[in-house]
């Protein structure tokens, strides 16, 4: 009934639990023989020794002079008695308390919203179980959550796969069914359909990174890397993208700073760090990237100005699948796995990010330690 359960308890937790239980049963067998033992010693042999003796020498002398010559047998097998007595009522009592520990249990499998109400006994042993079953039914939460989100997530996908996939096929269809169109509509019925096709390879490579997410850790393999330079590529190389939308970005750096990491994973968070400032600033404003060397870190901050991300939704952020854009357009809508993955990288790289919102500056602070 344990392996039912996803519990927080180990063996180790149980094995200690299951041995302290019969330890508890053994003194208790040992205290109450020794106690009875010791009381029925002091009435018989003692208080009421004479008046017994005389009673069972009125009785029959025989039987008398027997019990008396066979005194230590008869007290050895009186002792036995009380001992095996004893025995019988802790063991049926702890067997008792076994039978109302796997009902518990039980209940905790069927009924995970009922409280668990145990005898005097075991009441450490509730208090237990109760944060078990606390637990359970936060992780069926999660895990109903977690599949609501993914469920959430393959239709919105599957939406976002067939809008460009459509788009392409009518443009296509257009260039070949009509053989008469100007060459500058042809141009711009091509450009559309590259730029859609393009958008259909970003979902399906966003499609893998959830099975890679998902299946297997991230390995990751380190060397020397600059920082500075591999933060150049990445502005230089989302130039287009910034053209688009009319933004500026600028990079506040020193000259150099040396880290061990790796380069591709580490090019990949930052790229999704920019690339979600893109999407979400504001037309003609600055996305501005602060990096700077300490004597026990490096930290580098993202900011741009976009709206404003309320306190309840910036804890969420990193979550993966989860979108603080709730609109979700199908041009700058991900997967919400990019900002889940950027922290994992981080982490791997024994760092930490978070995110800030003030007034109308969104910023992600990544420190790394040296």
């Not at 936060?138 to 599957?158: F, G, R, V």
């Not at 450009?191 to 259909?200: E, G, Q, T, V």
């Not at 920019?274 to 501005?288: E, F, G, R, V």
């Not at 989860?322 to 357009?329: K, L, N, Q």
Request: proline share 2%.
């Amino acid at each position: 009934w344990c392996g039912e359960l996803d519990i927080k308890l180990k063996n180790e937790e149980f094995i200690k639990l299951k041995n302290s239980i019969a330890r508890k049963s053994v003194i208790k067998i040992l205290l109450y023989s020794l106690g009875a033992i010791i009381l029925f010693s002091v009435l018989i042999d003692g208080v009421y020794n004479d008046e017994l003796a005389d009673s069972l020498a009125s009785v029959n002398r025989d039987i008398y002079y027997w019990c008396v010559a066979n005194k230590i047998i008869l007290l050895g097998i009186t002792y036995l008695v009380i001992f095996a007595i004893i025995s019988f009522f802790v063991i049926r009592n702890t067997s008792n308390n076994m039978v109302e520990i796997i009902k518990a249990m039980d209940q905790i499998i069927k009924e995970p919203e009922k409280e668990v109400k145990l005898s005097n006994d075991l009441i450490l042993l509730e208090s237990k179980l109760n944060n078990i079953r606390v637990d359970l039914v936060s992780n069926q939460n999660k895990a109903k959550e977690a599949l609501q989100k993914k469920n959430d997530l393959i239709m919105y996908m599957a939406h976002d796969l067939k809008t460009p996939l459509t788009s392409i096929i009518g443009y296509l269809t257009l260039l070949t069914d009509e053989k008469e169109i100007p060459e500058n509509l042809q141009k711009r019925y091509m450009d559309i359909a590259l730029k859609k096709s393009l958008r259909l390879e970003e979902l399906t490579n966003q499609f893998f990174d959830i099975t890679r997410y998902n299946l297997q850790s991230m390995p990751i393999t380190k060397q020397n890397i600059d920082l500075v330079f591999l933060l150049e590529q990445l502005v230089e190389e989302s130039y287009p993208m910034l053209q688009e939308k009319k933004l500026e970005c600028i990079l506040n750096k020193p000259k150099a700073i040396q880290f061990m990491g790796d380069g591709d994973k580490l090019a990949r968070a930052f790229g999704n760090l920019l690339k979600n400032a893109i999407n979400y600033s504001y037309l003609n404003t600055t996305i501005k990237i602060d990096i700077k060397e300490y004597k026990d870190k490096i930290e580098i901050v993202f900011k741009n100005k976009g709206d404003k991300i309320p306190e309840y939704k910036l804890k969420k952020i990193f979550d993966k699948f989860y979108r603080a854009d709730e609109s979700r357009t199908s041009s700058t809508g991900g997967a919400g796995l990019g900002l889940a993955i950027t922290k994992q990288i981080i982490e791997l790289h024994n760092g930490k990010i978070y995110a800030k919102n003030d007034n109308e500056f969104i910023e992600f602070y990544i420190e790394l330690s040296k």
